[in-house]
Antibody, heavy 117, light 109 residues
Framework: DVQLVESGGDLVQPGRSLRLACVAS????????MSWVRQVPGKGLEWVAK????????AYVDSVRGRCTISRNNARNSLYLEMWNLRVEDTALYHC??????????WGQGTMVTVSS | QSALIQPASVSGSPGQSITISCTGT?????????VAWYQQHPGKVPKLLIY???KRPSGVSNRFSGAKSGNMAFLTISGLQAEDEADYYC??????????FGSGTRASV
């Protein structure tokens, strides 16, 4: 089965750091762009970051740029999102998603990040 | 404030058609390319319905159709069914490598 499984979400204080991970299975991970998309429970979707198949090209939403790095390890079929200087407004469920032809066609169940003092 | 504006809600009766609009607001400051549409039921992950403006992934019902004209995109659901009651989001390539999501529309049947 094609699957994305996230981990690493936690309750952290403002200003702290966190590293999210996503493991892919059932498809050739190294062929695909990958993104992180977040959703505050009960609210809308927000695209956060994306990385190209080799890991050399990245883009970020304005609200996280400079506080966040997306990376990947194709040998481990893994995607990462490292965030620092976390803010209350970063609280959300973070989904790892596969990007194909500008459509997010595979979604993980998500990992919850809660930023609170 | 989302860069893509959707109506908060739409409704229709079983068997009818409804259309959800998505308006790009970046204007000359960005693009409104390759619009995708997602369906999300409560407690579930989003599902891709439409990509590249009008294309349907394998397995998605042909009751869902997409169109785009200028800075507006549209998702039409025909033959409305109870299971179509969900939240719907548009998403576009905004240029400079970033994506915008719409504000979301709750469809009621």
């Amino acid at each position: 089965d094609v699957q994305l499984v996230e981990s690493g979400g936690d309750l952290v204080q403002p200003g702290r750091s966190l590293r999210l991970a996503c493991v892919a299975s059932g498809f050739t991970f190294s062929d695909h762009w990958m993104s992180w998309v977040r959703q505050v429970p009960g609210k809308g979707l927000e695209w956060v970051a994306k990385v190209n198949p080799t890991g050399g090209g990245r883009a970020y939403v304005d609200s996280v740029r400079g506080r966040c790095t997306i990376s990947r390890n194709n040998a481990r079929n893994s995607l990462y999102l490292e965030m620092w200087n976390l803010r209350v407004e970063d609280t959300a469920l973070y989904h790892c998603v596969r990007d194909e032809a500008h459509g997010f066609n595979i979604w993980g169940q998500g990992t919850m990040v809660t930023v609170s003092s | 404030q989302s860069a893509l504006i959707q109506p908060a809600s739409v409704s229709g009766s079983p068997g009818q058609s409804i259309t959800i609009s998505c308006t790009g607001t970046r204007g000359d400051a960005g693009r409104f390319d390759f619009v995708a549409w997602y369906q999300q039921h409560p407690g579930k992950v989003p599902k891709l319905l439409i990509y590249e403006d009008y294309k349907r992934p394998s397995g998605v019902s042909n009751r869902f159709s997409g169109a785009k004209s200028g800075n507006m995109a549209f998702l039409t659901i025909s033959g409305l069914q109870a299971e179509d009651e969900a939240d719907y989001y548009c998403c576009s390539d905004a240029g400079n490598g970033i994506y915008d999501f719409g504000s979301g529309t709750r469809a009621s049947v």
